[in-house]
Nanobody
Framework: QVQLMESGGGQVQPGGSLSLSCAGS??????????MAWFRQAPGKEREFVAAISGSGRRQISADSVEGRFTASRDNAKNTVYLQMNSLRSDDTAVYYC??????????????????????WGQGTRVTVSS
């Protein structure tokens, strides 16, 4: 069973930065074969796509709302994916989830921005942006 564990959430002031981590584990997990992504869910809203990164880490895509502020990266030797969040705003407040897609392996925006294409999910880490 694949398990994902997010960490790094917390409270930060507007304009500040946070770095989230997501460590994957599980028997036979070929971590570097899979696209991984970050989604978020704000109170009273649907889960939304934030960013995704290819198995190699060389390519990534992100939502327009975080473009230029958030950056995904990964360390396949550690089975870990990261989300560096800068210039945080109050509307970034949400629970952030990492997820693994075991379908299409080539990072494809229309495919990998859809939550339904991700098989494994972490439990989430809360980010609060407030003064």
């Amino acid at each position: 069973q694949v398990q994902l564990m997010e960490s790094g959430g917390g409270q930060v002031q507007p304009g500040g930065s946070l770095s989230l981590s997501c460590a994957g584990s599980g028997p036979g997990l070929a971590f570097d074969s899979y696209v991984m992504a970050w989604f978020r869910q704000a109170p009273g809203k649907e889960r939304e796509f934030v960013a995704a990164i290819s198995g190699s880490g060389r390519r990534q895509i992100s939502a327009d709302s975080v473009e230029g502020r958030f950056t995904a990266s990964r360390d396949n030797a550690k089975n870990t994916v990261y989300l560096q969040m800068n210039s945080l705003r109050s509307d970034d407040t949400a629970v952030y989830y990492c997820a693994v897609s075991t379908g299409l392996q080539y990072l494809t925006p229309n495919y990998h921005s859809f939550a339904g294409h991700y098989r494994y999910w972490g439990q989430g880490t809360r980010v609060t942006v407030s003064s």
